[in-house]
């Protein structure tokens, strides 16, 4: 076995290593600390050839620099010293093997790994695992008790020595002339500590604290982080015949304790919550007693002593206890865990990883019998069948319930906290269904990051703490929608923050809304973002500044008469600044990157988004490619309120709706969304009444460069999520001035502008995005002329719309024309037989050569003499619908201006195809020809 091998097997793989040289004959000594095993062998072996005895530490140190054993860290083997020569209880070294075999056989111990040192021989037990010290030196004053009972002469002073040094295979002991080499004899196994320790009688309750590696257990940190030691638990164990007899005898027996017991008694007291008092208490009988000599003694103690020092000053007592064997130091009965203050609440800080931010979240007392660890964690009171009491952890990090609100699909719920030493804190909101059923439990808080062994008692505590909520507390809702809370207007949703009218409180997710809670975590200042939006803070910028009026005006929506209307923005080409300034409105709230739709996302999740969003301004990103059906449909869902009610996916029952909301929308496109509808229907008037729309010009022209633009788009990313909390605290403050404002406002725009009843969505658009700017620039968020907006509002903005509505509007001439155009080719155009002269009685009966026959279904006749139109109505009825025309009405106004009737005709009179009469709508309609049609 060479030095590495054999270094690796002995020694920890964790802490500092220790050699120790000397060279006597020039009276020289060094020691050198590592954290690498290669430069601790390759100095020893270089300091051998220089004449030094090496030797190395068996245990590995916290610090460098200190080989004292209150800085050991770990061990990892049992060692023994068998000296050997003529004076020496071994004469040779043949002796001391052949006795070291005969213990082993004894105790069935495992081969130990052999050395010669030169002058005797040295064993060794190498271990699996690294092993704290304190376990580590119960196990080895056992091993050394062992020696001593069984007549094996090992050095009694090297076995249980945790700053041992012993001499580096593969080197030399200069101490003999010749030098003699130190040389492995046989090699042994590396054994488990646990069944090393039973071999000698020596077992371990609760978990030992051995440790497997470097790495650090989160579970074991908790546990030794919130635990302390009573003393005066121990004497009451003690005084039921549980405890310590040796305590027992040092506290009864003062006068008679001797200096070594005392102190011993007074290691135990010093490291207890209760210490100095219980060091008065073990000293005050004493003849020799004084309160400056006991402190004296008490300070410097570095650790309780272990039950087998007890044994060494006092044996004899501690093999008749019933702890023997079971605990490493009377300490140990009079462990507890620190509970965190009781009083009121505790609080606990978190720094972010991406901002220097310190974010306090109040935590709970734990309902009785748990209660929070000092340092987090989650654990249990009780007392057992002796009376004595049981402490036990049950979840490392801290977990709690909040609040208890109902939830309009899943019922009562419990709102949950979970503090993450790396992640943060996380609040999520668990049915009660959940909570009564193992499984889902289970699975939910999985789902969390809660990771334990027992979710029965994680259960069991989580059922105790809904018990305690509900009989002091009442449930709050659970709010499934963001925007006003209720129709009172005294609070208003923000992802996790339910704001009032003077203070923030805790919202807490539900099911639908908890996906969008980061969106609306605020990001860089107000003054940040002032300053960016002051960008468009310029002449020419109207049409920027009343987008931005938008995302505060879509709040004040709930004293509109309206449930939505919308503004659409498009351009022929890129990069005008539509979808920036469409951000800018959603900045108010939140990260715009998070708010706005995209093109790729489907209907329902646009629509599903306006329920969640309520008052909040609804951003949907390009909609240049939406089929004109979906466009139709989308306009006049904005203005419904309410998405399409589907049914539940889990059951035959309609699905959860939200209240209706009440907000403006925002979309953009490089066409009109109307031209785009009437791609697919005549008359797109009521849609043209739903949606306000804008051409955007280019106006890079009035920028100096590129830059400038750039650093505004930068300035939006990092500042955001701030006006929109001041801009509705003073909304909720002036509750009646505001309704008040947003009234007269739209009186004068409706004057001003001469709006109709059909022109109702444009009118509150238009006076509540101005009231909402009025707001804003008199709490000092923004800084626009108000005036000049209203102006444009009035002069460019209302009159374009009014001119794309008249445009829209169709005669029935132009309906007709357009039925015509579409079915050319399946109307019979022929002269009518009125003068024809084998005149019949009915007109029509006579033989006239077609200007164009039908090709396919006949569904009209067209005669170009007269200019008569014999339509058949039930074609001309599911084409109306088809474009979505009032078939009813059509036919009033074909009567009204065309001279229509319905009359009994046959389509095909005056040919040689001889059809029944039939009903059709006849009219006077004057087909549209080259002729008669100016070129535009």
């Not at 600390?33 to 140190?61: N, V």
Request: with cysteine.
């Amino acid at each position: 076995m060479d030095t590495d091998t054999f270094f690796k097997a002995v020694l920890a793989d964790a802490g500092h290593y220790c050699l120790f040289a000397a060279n006597a004959s020039a009276s020289k000594r060094t020691q050198k600390f590592y954290t690498d095993i290669a430069y601790l062998e390759a100095d020893a072996k270089e300091l051998d050839t220089q004449g030094y005895d090496a030797y190395f530490a068996l245990a590995t140190f916290k610090e460098k620099g200190s080989r004292k054993a209150d800085n050991a860290e770990y061990m990892r083997s049992f060692f023994l010293d068998l000296d050997c020569g003529p004076s020496k209880d071994y004469g040779t070294k043949k002796e001391a093997v052949i006795a070291l075999q005969g213990f082993c056989k004894t105790l069935q111990l495992p081969k130990p790994i052999v050395v010669d040192s030169g002058r005797g021989v040295h064993a060794y037990w190498p271990l699996t695992e690294n092993i704290i010290i304190d376990d580590w030196i119960v196990v080895a004053e056992k091993l050394k008790k062992l020696c001593h009972t069984h007549g094996l002469f090992a050095d009694p002073a090297v076995t249980s020595d945790i700053a041992r040094i012993l001499r580096v295979p593969l080197t030399h002991n200069y101490k003999t002339d010749p030098p003699s080499p130190v040389r492995v004899i046989s090699s042994g196994k590396a054994n488990n500590f646990d069944s090393f320790a039973r071999l000698l009688g020596t077992e371990f309750t609760p978990l030992p604290t051995k440790v497997a590696s470097s790495s650090g257990n989160a579970v074991m940190d908790a546990l030794i982080g919130n635990r302390e030691s009573c003393f005066i638990d121990i004497m009451k164990k003690t005084k039921a015949g549980r405890g310590c007899e040796q305590l027992k005898v040092i506290a009864t027996d003062q006068e008679n304790t001797s200096e070594p017991m005392w102190r011993a008694g007074l290691s135990i007291a010093r490291f207890c919550v209760d210490g100095k008092k219980a060091s008065h208490m073990l000293s005050k009988r004493h003849p020799e007693y004084s309160e400056e000599a006991t402190e004296k003694k008490f300070g410097p103690i570095k650790g309780p002593y272990t039950c087998a020092k007890f044994d060494e000053f006092n044996p004899d007592v501690c093999p008749n206890c019933s702890n023997w064997g079971k605990v490493k130091s009377p300490i140990v009965l009079g462990n507890r865990f620190k509970e965190a203050d009781s009083e009121g609440t505790a609080s606990y800080k978190l720094s972010s990883l991406e901002e220097e931010e310190v974010s306090s979240y109040e935590i709970p007392i734990y309902p009785k019998p748990y209660f929070r660890g000092a340092n987090g964690g989650i654990y249990i009171r009780i007392a057992d069948l002796d009376g004595d009491v049981e402490e036990k952890l049950i979840y490392h990090n801290d977990l709690y319930v909040i609040k208890r609100v109902v939830d309009a699909e899943l019922g009562e719920s419990a709102v949950m906290r979970l503090h993450l030493p790396k992640d943060g804190i996380k609040e999520f909101t668990l049915p009660l269904s959940a909570v009564t059923s193992r499984e889902e439990f289970r699975k939910s808080l999985s789902a969390q990051g809660v990771a334990v062994m027992k979710m029965d008692e994680l259960m069991n505590y989580t059922t105790t703490w809904i018990n305690e909520l509900q009989a002091n507390s009442v449930a709050d809702e659970a709010h499934r929608q963001f925007g006003w809370a209720n129709d009172k207007y005294d609070a208003f949703i923000l992802g996790n923050k339910k704001v009032r009218p003077t203070d923030i409180d805790f919202n807490p997710p539900a099911g639908p809304t908890i996906a969008l809670f980061p969106a609306f975590e605020p990001k860089g200042s107000l003054e940040g973002w002032k300053a960016a939006i002051n960008f468009w803070n310029r002449d020419g910028f109207e049409l920027y500044q009343y987008v931005t009026g938008i995302g505060f005006g879509s709040v004040l929506m709930e004293f509109a008469n309206v449930n939505c209307s919308a503004l659409h923005l498009h351009s022929k080409g890129t990069g005008v600044g539509k979808s920036t300034v469409m951000n800018a409105a959603c900045s108010i709230w939140g990260n715009p990157e998070n708010l706005v739709i995209r093109q790729v996302d489907t209907l329902h999740s646009k629509m599903n988004r306006g329920e969640l969003y309520h008052s909040l301004p609804w951003c949907i990103d390009e909609v240049t490619n939406i089929p004109p059906n979906v466009a139709s449909d989308l306009l006049y869902q904005f203005t419904d309120g309410m998405q399409r009610n589907r049914m539940s996916g889990n059951s035959n029952v309609e699905r959860v709706r939200g209240r209706p909301w009440k907000l403006m929308a925002i979309t953009t496109g490089n066409t009109s969304i109307v031209e785009r509808v009437s791609m697919a229907k005549a008359m797109a008037k009521a849609e043209a009444q739903r949606v306000m729309e804008c051409y955007v010009p280019d106006m890079k022209g009035h920028f100096q460069s590129k830059e400038e633009t750039d650093t505004f788009n930068r300035a939006l990313q990092e500042n955001y999520g701030h006006a929109g909390i001041a801009f509705i605290q003073h909304v909720m403050q002036n509750l009646d001035e505001v309704r008040k404002l947003c009234l007269e406002i739209q009186k004068r725009v409706d004057k001003k502008a001469e709006l109709a009843a059909e022109n109702r969505f444009w009118s509150a658009q238009v006076s509540f995005t101005l009231a909402g700017l009025m707001i804003a620039k008199k709490i000092g968020v923004i800084d626009f002329d108000i005036s000049k907006i209203f102006r444009w509002a009035m002069e460019v903005l209302i009159p374009q719309n009014k001119n794309n509505s008249i445009s829209i509007d169709a005669s029935v001439f132009d309906i007709m024309n357009d039925f015509f155009s579409e079915h050319f080719s399946n109307i019979l155009q022929i002269k009518s037989t009125h003068d024809n002269r084998k005149n019949q009685g009915n007109g029509l009966d006579g033989l006239v050569i077609p200007e164009a026959v039908a090709r396919g279904r006949l569904v009209a006749r067209y005669e170009t003499d007269t200019q008569k139109f014999f339509v058949v109505p039930k074609i001309l009825k599911i084409w109306c619908g088809e474009q979505q025309i009032n078939y009813n009405h059509l036919v009033s106004q074909i009567k009204e201006h065309c001279e229509g009737k319905r009359i009994k005709a046959r389509l095909t009179k005056g040919t040689s195809l001889n059809l029944p009469p039939a009903d059709v709508v006849v009219m006077k309609f004057a087909v549209s020809t080259d002729e008669n049609t100016t070129e535009p």
